[in-house]
């Protein structure tokens, strides 16, 4: 192929395209931006969740399928939660607003841990209350047990005086699921209206 081509031509072309393939190859293998936020952490890579199957306020199945395509946070909480559930929902609702045309590239999600009292339609009307946008779902407890230990929340159950006036102690911090229905992240108390929206800006925008 370079019979015919002068020698020095012939080691320039060599070089150039020597220096192409570096060039290639070191942007290939350079490491990509790593994002961070200031209102939790993020996972380096995001963590694989298995394969569910809740059931959401319509009394409909919800699976892994439901949470692609878009940016989730997901709170795990009850209906009858005394104070920190209708504090995190309220401060979700203002970040929504804070999003703007944005918000509809987030679900927010009310993960009940409390499927004994927290029915579909309860659920509904519980999260509809805080904000039309917000879903609410709930499932067996195997089902909240296998999300538990893939998404690192905790709960438990705690005696009232009486059976029906038991609660639910759990988690405080958010998790937060990417649009490839990944775990990506946890966003922690105490939950700061503002930096949330900030944070999920930062990631609408570098997705």
């Known amino acids: 192929m370079f019979a015919k081509i002068p020698v020095q031509l012939r080691f320039g072309l060599i070089a150039a395209v020597a220096a192409a393939l570096g060039l290639a190859l070191s942007i290939a293998l350079m490491p990509s931006k790593v994002i961070t936020i200031d209102s939790g952490t993020l996972l380096q890579p995001p963590r694989v969740l298995p394969t ?12 892994n399928a439901d949470l692609q395509g878009r940016w989730s946070v997901v709170f795990a909480g009850f209906t009858t939660c005394p104070d920190i559930c209708p504090t995190t929902l309220t401060t979700l609702k203002g970040v929504l607003a804070d999003l703007g045309p944005l918000a509809s590239q987030v679900q927010v999600l009310l993960l009940s841990i409390d499927p004994e009292r927290d029915t579909p339609e309860r659920l509904k009307n519980y999260v509809q209350f805080f904000d039309a946008r917000f879903r609410g779902v709930t499932g067996p407890t195997v089902e909240l047990d296998k999300l538990a230990r893939a998404m690192s929340f905790v709960y438990v ?3 009232g005086a ?3 006036t038991y609660t639910m102690d759990h988690s405080a911090a958010l998790m937060l699921i990417n649009p490839q ?4 992240g946890f966003l922690t108390a105490p939950h700061r209206q503002q930096a949330l929206a900030a944070d999920l800006t930062t990631l609408l925008k570098t997705q």
Request: glycine fraction near 14%; hydrophobic fraction near 35%; aromatic fraction near 10%.
């Open 157 to 159: 159950k705690v005696p």
């Open 52 to 63: 569910f199957v809740l059931v959401d306020g319509d009394g409909k199945p919800f699976t």
């Open 181 to 184: 229905g990944q775990l990506a």
């Open 162 to 164: 009486t059976p029906e």
